[in-house]
């Protein structure tokens, strides 16, 4: 009898061990595989560049706001110059498995071509461009600069006394030339008997030559600057020493020199980098372009706060902006 009392003691304590490891009712546990949503993006120059590569960084952080850290991280490799560095950067993050690698740049792009088919199970991205070189794990996205930059150049043209619009650009290609560009034509269907000199520099970086082409515009009468890429540092420094206006674009560099910063087109680049990333969860790699554009969001006129822009200035700006996103300005001549 005894024996038998034990024997349902045992028994009753087995089952509720077995309950309390989830042998029956509903099954608690979870997926441990299942983490974060990661990030990795490699970058030409500094996260704190006031313009290219911040721009795409603080995309990224405003993503990372809005889901949070613990569910989606960001790492990057800035500085990137050299072409061999980032492709090298590029295939490791694809190594290790990141859900999406950012190309940012669009001299990566052969490097992406040939790496991306290697990977068949990671997106990638690059910009900016259209092209995803036919390929179903690559993203392509382009800024439309010359929209905000035709906005600029008509606020560029109003402010003008001399008639005289310098352009610091980097080299003539992708948004940059896209910026440029619109810029000259907001200035133009402004004031059509304007003077809009761009000098090229051939390089993204080169802060010294951005500042020497600032100066030769300076000297040629312009009262008015812009410029596009990372290099522009150099370009306001040399439009702050002498009292000339600048417009920027890409990232806001109204904390650079705020006294002659009149706007800035901003890049907002979480809006596509965002469409990308509902695609990759949902199983769609790649494939398909995006754009940045006024209407979208992912362009924005910030005007800097601490500049007093006269009201025919502000309405003028809001009527491009209107005509643009309408459809009845061509931002592009």
Same mark, same amino acid.
């Given at each position: ?7 349902? %003691? ?21 997926? +441990? ?7 990795? =993006?490699?970058?030409?120059?500094? =996260? ?26 960001? %790492?990057?490799? +800035? ?35 040939? =790496? ?19 390929? @179903? ?16 150049? /008509? ?24 910026? $440029? @560009? ?14 809009? &000199? ?13 500042? +020497? ?18 290099? /522009? ?8 020493? &002498? ?47 995006? +754009? ?7 362009? %924005? ?11 025919? $200035? ?15 300005? &061509?931002?592009?001549?």
């Amino acid at each position: 009898m005894k024996k038998m009392q034990k024997l349902l %003691v045992l028994l009753l304590l087995f089952g509720v061990l077995l309950a309390a490891c989830g042998g029956g009712g509903e099954d608690t546990t979870t997926d +441990e595989s299942a983490g974060p949503f990661r990030v990795a =993006i490699v970058m030409p120059s500094a =996260i704190t560049d006031l313009a290219f590569s911040q721009s795409a960084y603080d995309g990224l952080k405003l993503i990372q706001d809005d889901r949070g850290a613990e569910n989606f991280e960001i %790492v990057y490799s +800035e500085n990137m110059f050299v072409v061999d560095d980032a492709a090298a950067a590029i295939r490791d993050y694809a190594s290790q498995g990141y859900d999406l690698v950012i190309a940012h740049g669009s001299q990566y792009g052969s490097s992406l071509q040939e =790496i991306a088919p290697d990977f068949p199970d990671t997106a990638f991205a690059w910009g900016t461009t259209v092209d995803t070189f036919g390929l @179903d794990n690559i993203f392509a996205y382009e800024a439309r600069a010359e929209e905000g930059g035709y906005v600029m150049g /008509v606020m560029a043209a109003m402010l003008s006394q001399s008639g005289v619009i310098g352009v610091v650009g980097p080299i003539e290609t992708g948004d940059a030339k896209l910026y $440029v @560009d619109g810029f000259t034509a907001g200035v133009l269907a402004t004031a059509p008997d304007d003077q809009v &000199n761009a000098n090229w520099i051939g390089s993204f970086s080169d802060t010294a030559l951005a500042s +020497e082409a600032a100066q030769t515009h300076i000297g040629a009468g312009a009262d008015v600057l812009t410029g596009t890429a990372q290099m /522009v540092v150099g370009a306001i420094g040399a439009a702050e020493e &002498n009292g000339v206006l600048w417009f920027g674009t890409q990232s806001s560099q109204t904390s650079l020199a705020p006294g002659i910063v009149v706007a800035n087109q901003v890049y907002h680049w979480e809006v596509v980098f965002t469409e990308m990333i509902d695609l990759i969860e949902s199983g769609t790699y790649g494939g398909q372009s995006f +754009e940045i554009t006024l209407a979208n969001g992912g362009l %924005v006129i910030d005007y800097n706060p601490a500049f007093t822009l006269p009201a025919d $200035v502000t309405t003028a700006a809001g009527d491009a902006i209107d005509g643009i996103v309408g459809g009845s300005i &061509n931002a592009l001549p």
